[in-house]
């Protein structure tokens, strides 16, 4: 990388005085986590599937039954579901937001960190939350109460992977979540489920442990009221160590739109948010090594936010 391009990388960061201009809560939590994250290493690593990193789910709240998002060779298709709550099988939307993005986080580090597919919650959950800085109260909009929703539908909906590869089509059946326990709860108007354990299916625990991306949780935190921040940021964990190519990888507009902008309803629009979350997620991510360049952008081989040197099997840091 030339100067000029150097010069063009770091036009894309967020400044201090950028960020002086917007004393907003999101900017200060940014802030504080990029002083943290450069100034020492994390407490532990959390973790999330490869497959969870390249391709997301919905962001916003739908009524459709399905949802599909395109990622090169890649597609996934998410159906939603229903569960059985003790008198019938009740409908669950499909999962959207950034909870299940985190409840995902959550299930892949336990089930890393504790060897075994099972997860309990309960406890670990409310930790989890805790960490990250989310109320743990109930009640209808309480955080435990819309962590509960979204592992309920998480839990009921199906998860299937398209890809092509060396002239072949394949489709495989990625469901993440095999069992789910639940106790009845009533809350006084009326009967819901309670999640006790999820169980992550066979096939995905497998992988998993081969497959699993480590993240930065002070990172995760930070970005919690972003859905698309949170794709971003786990998108690039996974990519930018991965790249080889000296003069990296031109991804273009439209490309990163078929991945990321579907909900956009125009290229304009997803390109502006898209820069403006990009550098956001460049606060916590700040090893990361990108340019805009005229059509896109370019990514170049950069450092993970974990070091692999860093990472133990038990998801702490050494």
Known sequence: MDQDDFENWQSLKPTTKEVRLKPTPVTERLVEAHIKIQAERPDRSDFLHTVMCQVGLPRRATEARTFERNNGPFSILLEAGKLWNGKAWEPQPLPYGTTPRLVMVHLSSEAIRTQNRTVELGDSMRQFLQMLGIPTSG????????FRKQMVALAACRLTIGMTAEGRVVTVDAKPIDRFEAWLHHDGQQQTLWPGVLELSQKFYDTLTQHAVPLDHRALA???????????YTWLAHRLCRIRQPNGVMLSWDNLRDQFGQEYATSKDFKREFKAVLRKVWLVYPDARIEEVIGGIRLYESPPPISKTCISLAGTTS
């Not at 009640?139 to 819309?146: E, F, I, L, N």
């Not at 930070?222 to 971003?232: E, F, G, P, T, V």
């Open 222 to 232: 930070a970005l919690k009221h972003s859905s698309l921040a949170l794709d971003i």
């Open 139 to 146: 009640g209808k909009r309480g955080g435990y109460t819309v």
